[in-house]
């Protein structure tokens, strides 16, 4: 028979190296039972929680910079507010003929001859906000407000799908806010359509701002003067 071995007596270090891998390997057999229990939502959650967090430490979240307004020329062509729209002439007088406003004294009328067509599918209302009702003179006050056809005169409401039309608009201002010669710059809107539900229905125009400036010198317009050209 051959001789046993004597077993080589542990050393303290030996003992805490081999106590440090068990309760090592303990601790992780617990964590992955634990991380079994876990929800996968909550795991998502608290990831998102920790890209937040890290975001926030380097200064937040990029902002998306917002488009600046473009700047044109009386001819150009803007589309804004699903409306295609081109300043055409500006004008400024007294009681201007066919203007569709009367102003008061101490005040003037300034007219702005544009084309617009809507490219929406469906008529719109043209003296609202996101339509022919955002077209305002930039640094300018207006008072009243107007819009008419240039064919013929009359009063425009609606916008038609795919129609041009040529339309005169007209504000009455401070007599001192501008005069014949200046320029000003006719500020077209825009603005972001959204379809309601629930409470709100059908399609709705929000977000207006400010989408182009077009710069136009203003002519002298005689009181009998309608405005057409």
């Not at 309760?23 to 890209?51: C, D, F, H, N, Q």
């Not at 608009?169 to 000003?184: F, L, N, R």
């Not at 229905?201 to 009181?223: C, F, K, S």
């Amino acid at each position: 028979m051959g001789e046993e071995q004597d077993a080589e007596p542990t050393t303290p270090e030996v003992a805490e190296a081999a106590a440090r891998a068990a309760s090592e390997a303990r601790a992780a057999t617990w964590a992955r039972k634990m991380a079994e229990r876990v929800p996968t939502g909550w795991l998502i959650t608290g990831a998102g929680a920790v890209l937040l967090a890290s975001t926030a430490a380097f200064g937040g979240l990029a902002t998306v910079p917002t488009p600046q307004p473009s700047e044109l020329r009386a001819g150009d062509h803007y589309v804004g507010s699903e409306l295609d729209m081109a300043v055409l002439s500006a004008g400024i007088g007294g009681e201007v003929k066919g203007a569709g406003v009367i102003p008061d004294v101490g005040e003037k009328t300034i007219v702005v001859v544009l084309d617009v067509t809507n490219e929406y599918t469906a008529p719109r209302l043209a003296r609202v906000k996101d339509t022919l009702g955002g077209i305002q003179l930039d640094g300018i006050e207006t008072r009243r407000f107007d819009v008419n056809r240039v064919a013929d005169g009359s009063g425009v409401s609606t916008l038609q799908p795919d129609v041009p039309t040529r339309v005169r608009i007209a504000w009455t201002v401070d007599e001192k806010a501008a005069a014949a010669g200046d320029e000003i710059r006719v500020v077209l809107p825009d603005s972001t359509r959204f379809t309601g539900s629930f409470a709100t229905r059908g399609e709705y125009w929000e977000d207006i701002h400010p989408g182009a400036y077009v710069t136009v010198r203003l002519d002298e317009l005689p009181a009998v003067d309608e405005g057409t050209s």
